[in-house]
């Protein structure tokens, strides 16, 4: 298994988790479809839930946060595929004329079409083989799966201009093991240290805060979308101690790494956070 990236068009990855849990405050960075293949997803926002069974796909707008639970089916894991849009596809796409309506947080569509579900898959080809399918057809394939969801009564809203914390966190997502030092983003942003500290404090976020948000964001992707070792992952997301690494993913999800991939099995009430740090900015557990 693998996180499928092609620049300026889009993400992909398979997610499979073999324990029931729940994910708080996970942060959604890039407009992002997902497709439940086995057992069921729950995601809540405020006093809102949508609950999307297996065979189903819900739309999640950029920017939202929720609380997210992956149940998987009795001794089978749970099974979903996700797209996530760069944020200019889905520009061009807002300004086209349709019938579906712009949704604030998710749309859910429990039955997709045939043809829905085949767009998928040419969107996740077309993103993952960028060798043999050219940027013109992947912007085209993209294009007519919004168009699927647009003809089931949703659109994305136009993407809003990024934060400055957007702007931090999109950088160490691009190096989850870097040293990211105040002086560092600095230089690349162009910020004094004193703005670095003032624009994330007023955004409600510290470097360090931040910094470790997004490697866990990043670690939780890799543990459920591939095949690497845990020490692996530790290592990839700046790590070089696999406990140290273990028990800042304890902090912020409540449940070992092990637990997703089953080696683990948590409490049957639902593994959750006690003490969550305010987002994590994967595109869909």
Not at 73 to 88: C, K, M, Q, S, T
């Amino acid at each position: 298994m693998s996180i499928a990236i092609r620049p300026d068009i889009g993400a992909c990855a398979r997610i499979v988790q073999y324990n029931r849990l729940r994910y708080a405050n996970i942060l959604i960075n890039r407009p992002v479809l997902i497709l439940v293949e086995r057992g069921t997803k729950i995601l809540r926002s405020g006093e809102e839930e949508w609950v999307v069974s297996a065979g189903g796909c819900i739309a999640l707008a950029q920017g939202e946060t929720f609380d997210v639970v992956n149940a998987a089916e009795g001794e089978h894991a749970y099974e979903a595929r996700w797209i996530a849009f760069a944020p200019e596809t889905v520009a061009a796409f807002a300004t086209k004329a349709g019938q579906g309506r712009p949704f604030p947080r998710a749309f859910p569509v429990h039955s997709p079409h045939k043809g829905f579900h085949d767009a998928f898959a040419d969107c996740a080809q077309a993103i993952a083989e960028p060798g043999s399918i050219p940027v013109e057809i992947a912007r085209h394939r993209l294009g007519e799966l919004l168009l699927w969801l647009d003809l089931a009564g949703g659109r994305f809203a136009a993407p809003r201009p990024p934060g400055f914390s957007d702007r931090v966190r999109d950088l160490i997502s691009n190096e989850p093991e870097g040293d990211w030092t105040s002086a560092r983003l600095c230089r690349l942003i162009g910020a004094s240290e004193a703005t670095l500290r003032r624009k994330l404090a007023a955004e409600k976020w510290s470097l360090q805060s931040l910094l470790i948000d997004v490697r866990m964001s990043v670690a939780m992707q890799l543990l459920q979308s591939t095949d690497l070792s845990i020490l692996r992952i530790a290592e990839a997301v700046g790590y070089e101690s696999q406990s140290r690494f273990a028990a800042r993913f304890r902090t912020r999800f409540g449940f070992a790494p092990s637990a997703i991939r089953g080696h683990i099995r948590p409490d049957p009430k639902i593994s959750a956070s006690s003490s969550p740090s305010r987002h994590t900015d994967c595109p869909l557990p």
